[in-house]
């Protein structure tokens, strides 16, 4: 029985895709996988390479910016791990899916909360994930270096909230996301 685990990376940022990604793992066991929130960048890169080498098979998707402002975050979300899922190419007799809200899939779907604690595929998704979006966010910072995209990957820290209170956004910023919109006003209000 194939089971797929599907998991995302990338809500909470102020800027930047929704990354998601599905995997179907084989029998081998992957000594220290776990929760991506719980490893290092050593650790997560060691374990990307070899979940890649390793799984049965593996997929990984995005949902862009504007994506993400035109339908909402958690749809974006969504849509990614949907995207995920069809891209794989052994199909799955089940995806397990990290969190309350399942994706749209013509594949028997079970949510798990807290799945990526719980089950390794979803763990293994969770890695993939992460490795890729902080990857996408690196690149991104060799462009717009002022807002120092390669430390923070684009999540609402001080020093993020300031740059765009120096600099105003570019087009990698969630225009919709509170934290930007409020700013927006609060720099409008000022001039």
Known sequence: MYVAGVDEAGRGPL???VIAAAVILSNKV???LKDSKKLTKKELCKLDVI???EAISFNVSEASVLEIEKINILEASLLAMTRAING???KPDI???DGSHAP???FLTKTIIKGDTKEESIMAASILAKVTRDKIMI???RFFPKYGFKSHKGYPTEFHRMAIKNFGICKH???TFKPIKNLDNILNNES
Do not use: Q, Y
């Open 104 to 106: 749209k899939s013509v």
């Open 30 to 32: 992957i000594p220290g």
């Open 173 to 175: 910023h969630r225009r």
């Open 88 to 90: 794989l190419k052994v």
């Open 139 to 141: 690149k991104l910072d």
């Open 15 to 17: 800027a930047g895709p």
């Open 51 to 53: 979940i890649r080498n």
């Open 95 to 97: 995806v397990l899916v």
